[in-house]
């Protein structure tokens, strides 16, 4: 039995679409679990480059079977226009690409919401969501009032969504918005329809029967730790659990069948959208990190926030997540810093705190306590082999897994396949 979950344990774009398509050498299912088309997970093979949203990135090895889990909100026309792609770039889907039918729909009128609500909020307390029409979709969900992918396949769902729709036009206009126009929404929506139809299935008995056939399944974690809906920097967060904990609610697996928890973090922090962000750099130093490590938003584009590496919140996403490994990313990003920081500790009022603060109000004062480390100075995106890199890149591993108290077993030194060092191997 080999069950590996892979979620995001900072702010999120830790590199998982990478290391999903390294793991994918030795997987046959690949699984999301949580979240919708605000993620965007960038795989690199060869001279092709991939975002995956709501597609699991095992797609792209053909070996792979792919699972969109109940846990998810899917954003109909936007699945479509991913898949659109991935045919054209001649990705096989049939009998590969499985979507749950009790996955959660985000439709045109979740997206209007999204934005709409963030306008309402005003400057200074906008989440700054990617406007998917995430939190508007798992609203609906809660409420009971959502509609799912097995609705689809029913003879009165255009006839429900128009009903529902309706309604939320009625929203819209409250939020000074204007509302959408039914008979298009519904065009498209029948559209999306016809072509998603094939992939629709009861994905629960097919992932069981998968384990008992002693097939490696992979669940791919979208977003981090730090956005999780209970654990995160509420409410700046997004609306699912993202951590191992989401694997069970969001794709039907009982807790105890997952073997292997590995944590994704890069070799600093990065953070997109609104909230606190403690070891957060507004100087040339973040302008360095931010330029070196192309931090800017797969799905929406946006700069990333940069700053050091937060043990506060790795410790946490340990806790929380049950991981035993981490795979590192992007510690070639570092490779020209002379003294690399990294938070161990938070400090208010004069006293030293090494748990997270659950209000916000409190976390948005705490200042970090750092360690500072020597930089090695060298490039190490060459480097495919533990002994290659230079003896202070090893020695600031060796120092962060020290600090987590977890072991690094991945290490990637640049998006392609071929810039990862596997240690077990
Ligand atoms: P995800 O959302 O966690 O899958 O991450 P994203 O794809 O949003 O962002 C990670 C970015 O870093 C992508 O552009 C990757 O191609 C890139 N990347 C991944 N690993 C490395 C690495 O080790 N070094 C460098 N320089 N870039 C990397
Ligand atoms: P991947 O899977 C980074 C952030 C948004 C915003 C907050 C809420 O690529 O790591 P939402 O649209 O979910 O309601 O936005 O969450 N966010 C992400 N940040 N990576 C992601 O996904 C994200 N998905 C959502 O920027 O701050
Ligand atoms: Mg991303």
Known sequence: MSNTVLFGSQWGDEGKG???????????WVVRYQGGNNAGHT???????????????????ESCKCVIGNGLVVDLIGLCEELRELRERHIPLENRLFISDRAHLVLPYHQALDGAKENARGENSKIGTTKRGIGPAYSDKAERTGLRMCDLLEDDFLERAKTIATTKNNQLVALGQDSLDLNNLLTDVKEATEQLKPFITDTIPLLHTAMQNNDKILFEGAQGIMLDIDFGTYPYVTSS?????????GAGIP???IDRVIGIVKAYTTRVGGGPFPTELTDATGEHIARVGAEFGATTGRPRRCGWFDAVVARYACMIGGISEWALMKLDVLD???????CTAYEIDGKRIEQMPASLRIFERCT??????????????HCTTWEELPEKAKEYVAYLERITGTP????????KRASTILRSE
Request: charged share 15%; net charge negative; no cysteine.
């Open 18 to 28: 990478k290391i999903i398509d390294v793991l994918t050498h030795d997987a046959d």
């Open 241 to 249: 659990n993202t951590g191992a904990g989401g694997v069970a609610s």
């Open 336 to 342: 020209n810093l002379e003294t690399i920081r990294v």
């Open 368 to 381: 970090p306590i750092y360690e500072d480390i020597p930089g090695w100075q060298t490039p190490t995106t």
């Open 43 to 61: 795989v690199e093979i060869g001279d092709q480059k991939f975002v995956l949203h709501l597609t699991p990135s095992g797609i792209l090895r």
């Open 408 to 415: 690094v077993s991945i290490l990637s030194v640049g998006p």
């Open 255 to 257: 807790p105890q069948s």
